[in-house]
């Protein structure tokens, strides 16, 4: 871990994508403009830099170190892998930890920006809620929806097995000393999801 660190804060005064590709360019200086006429032109959101100091970064590992949030989520819009490493091993999440850009960090937790959205939404935390979320078997914001209308018992009657496969008591899960907290908040924010939009012609599809 301290070496971790030690690099990434060398890294800091480094002058970036001296061989990126024109998206790594447009993410590190925050054009947006340029970012997103890069992605609709289906630039590579996992192309790998080769200059020494960045070797192997993709354009979410400079949004992730640049703090530029607004470009790393259209990286993941447009397909970017969350979990991709550098020559190092580092991943973006270690470049917005160490740099302190704890939006993009809780965003790069999340994996997707519509889970982060939804968190945020219902003033919840990426790093105390969407664990348990993570132990129900929730990777994204589509496994929500069957969870609605379970009460608290259904909701997470088998959550202690699913993280540790012990069926440890609740003090032992990612959650605690607040767990009561933690579960009444996601059940309250699962139940109160938007309904469904009517399918489409459904007025036809009753006449019918």
């Given at each position: 871990m301290f070496f971790l660190y030690l690099y990434l804060s060398m890294l800091g005064a480094v002058v970036l994508m001296l061989a990126g590709?024109?998206?790594?360019?447009?993410?590190?200086?925050?054009?947006?403009?340029?970012?997103?006429?890069?992605?609709?032109?289906?630039?590579?959101?996992?192309?790998?830099?080769?200059?020494?100091?960045?070797?192997?970064?993709?354009?979410?590992?400079?949004?992730?170190?640049?703090?530029h949030f607004d470009a790393a989520r259209a990286l993941l819009e447009f397909g970017a892998e969350v979990d991709g490493e550098d020559e190092k091993g580092f991943k973006p999440s270690n470049l917005a930890s160490s740099r302190g850009h704890k939006k993009i960090h809780a965003l790069l937790m999340a994996r997707e920006p519509k889970m982060l959205d939804w968190l945020i939404e219902h003033k919840l935390s990426a790093y105390a809620h969407l664990p348990v979320l993570r132990a129900m078997g929730v990777q994204t914001t589509d496994d929500l929806e069957p969870l609605r209308g379970l009460d608290m018992g259904e909701l997470f009657a088998d959550i202690a097995h699913r993280l540790d496969g012990t069926g440890k008591k609740a003090q032992s899960l990612p959650c605690a000393p607040k767990c009561t907290t933690i579960k009444a908040a996601l059940h309250k924010a699962i139940n109160t999801l938007s309904p469904a939009p009517p399918p489409a012609n459904a007025d036809d599809k009753e006449e019918l």
């Open positions: 590709t024109d998206l790594h360019k447009a993410v590190g200086s925050g054009d947006m403009s340029a970012v997103m006429k890069l992605l609709q032109a289906r630039a590579d959101p996992n192309a790998k830099d080769q200059a020494v100091e960045t070797l192997g970064w993709s354009p979410l590992h400079v949004a992730a170190h640049e703090g």
